[in-house]
T-cell receptor, first 113, second 114 residues
């Protein structure tokens, strides 16, 4: 596609509900990143894939967060048993290589009520 | 610890004025430095990317500078427009580190008033 696509654009979840956020990177991009951005803050790293390999997941805040990219293309960020503190914008970015320009999606705004 | 610090945290200027945003980093080893513009409710969009050997790079009214010796960068915005109101994020790419090598600053929120 022309850019990084994320869906849904907005998600409202009840506390305790599981959610799945999708990221379609730019075709052919090897690197894929997930970030969490609280209101008024800069993006905070969650996890990073090189093709299908999850090379770094040190930013995932708890074991309720899980990300996958099984075929090295589309990625899904799953949050189990959502809590209010999970409310944030979740940004996905992809890059052709690790040191080239990263392109960001519009983000998914998650609100946990 | 790899860190990127930005200042000021927020800035208000009048339309037509110039401004300069600062970025200091302690990332090593260094690969490149990027400035992103993030409009409210949108994903960040790249403005400039500079490698170690580049001192300055322009993109329209945006000019970024890099001093790799002092590990400082600045983003200068000339003749500001209302549409420049956004958060400006400095990102430093490391080599072979964690976080996919991208180290983010917290951003400077710029408001341009008429």
């Amino acid at each position: 596609g022309a850019g990084v696509s994320q869906s849904p654009r907005y998600k409202v979840a009840k506390r305790g509900q599981d959610v799945a956020l999708r990221c379609d990177p730019i075709s052919g991009h090897v690197s894929l990143f997930w970030y969490q951005q609280a209101l008024g803050q800069g993006p905070e790293f969650l996890t990073y894939f090189q093709n299908e390999a999850q090379l770094d997941k040190s930013g995932l805040p708890s074991d309720r967060f899980f990300a996958e990219r099984p075929e090295g293309s589309v990625s899904t960020l799953k949050i189990q048993r959502t809590q209010q503190e999970d409310s944030a914008v979740y940004l996905c970015a992809s890059a052709r290589e690790w040191n080239t320009e990263a392109f960001f999606g519009q983000g998914t705004r998650l609100t946990v009520v | 610890k790899n860190q990127v610090e930005q200042s000021p945290q927020s800035l208000i200027i009048l339309e037509g004025k110039n401004c300069t945003l600062q970025c200091n980093y302690t990332v090593s080893p260094f690969s490149n430095l990027r400035w992103y513009k993030q409009d409210t409710g949108r994903g960040p969009v790249s403005l400039t990317i500079m490698t170690f050997s580049e001192n300055t790079k322009s993109n329209g009214r945006y000019t970024a500078t890099l001093d790799a010796d002092t590990k400082q960068s600045s983003l200068h915005i000339t003749a500001s427009q209302l549409s420049d109101s956004a958060s400006y994020i400095c990102v430093v790419t490391s080599v072979g580190g964690s976080q996919g090598n991208l180290i983010f600053g917290k951003g400077t929120k710029l408001s341009v008033k008429p």
